[in-house]
């Protein structure tokens, strides 16, 4: 279990990180917003603790931008405020549950487990296609032992075909389901990208997973 606190007091963050680390966790810290929403963004923890007041972006901020880039990880946020307002906002930006400072300790802790087992219990299983992996909880993706790694519109694209395996899917279909704008479909991009995909999860490998169909579209398949 992987845990990332975004927190700039460093008192408080030093005995987050210690009492976490005695309880067993690997703990990441980040001291303002800015850098914490560039480890949050890496979809490798498990749970994100998160303060609110925090310099160069808040954490509200750190918050939304997660949520809108598809970070599903369970925040729990940080604050010395506690109007109903403040919760309020806090939980309609993705948090999950909320902690009033000062806090003791064994509260803290309590509310992470809560998170970590809700977590598990509602984590949507790996992806597998022959020895392609896509975790989309943690947003990771494997090929045989080797990570891959994908830019966000990449990581959409693959979802897309490894949910639906030995489909064909038309540029079209993609389009509608990876790219949310109007789609110019005159152009190449869907083209370029399954290439650029398919070169991150093909190349060097004898088994080849994604392949094109002509005139129609791709399908992902194990031949
Ligand atoms: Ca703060």
């Known amino acids: 279990m ?15 990180k210690q009492g976490l680390e005695e309880e067993g966790y690997a703990v990441d810290h980040a001291a303002d917003g800015a850098s914490g929403l560039q480890m949050a963004l890496e979809g490798l923890h498990d749970v994100i603790v998160l303060d609110v007041m925090l310099p160069k972006l808040d954490g ?10 598809n970070i599903t ?8 405020r506690a109007t109903i307002e403040d919760k309020v906002l806090g939980l309609d930006a993705g ?12 509260e803290f802790v309590a509310r992470v487990r809560a998170l970590l087992r809700r977590r598990a219990e509602t984590a949507p299983p790996i992806l597998q296609v022959a020895d392609l992996a896509l975790d989309p909880a943690r947003r990771v993706v494997s090929r045989g032992e080797k990570k891959i790694e994908l830019t966000p519109r990449e990581f959409t694209l693959l979802d897309y075909f490894m949910r ?10 993609i389009a509608n389901r990876v790219w949310d704008y109007t789609f110019d479909s005159t152009t190449n991009v869907i083209d370029v990208y399954v290439n650029y995909l398919r070169k991150k999860i093909d190349t060097g490998h004898d088994t080849k ?12 398949k194990v031949p």
């Open 2 to 16: 992987r845990l990332l606190v975004i927190e700039d007091e460093q008192k408080v963050a030093n005995f987050i």
């Open 60 to 69: 509200l901020s750190v918050l939304q931008q997660l949520r809108q880039q």
């Open 73 to 80: 990880t369970p925040v729990l946020l940080l604050t010395v």
């Open 95 to 106: 948090a999950d549950d909320y902690l009033t400072k000062p806090f003791a300790f064994e």
């Open 164 to 173: 639906n395996p030995g489909r064909v899917l038309t540029r079209t279909m």
């Open 209 to 220: 997973l994604l392949h094109t169909v002509r005139g129609v579209g791709y399908v992902m």
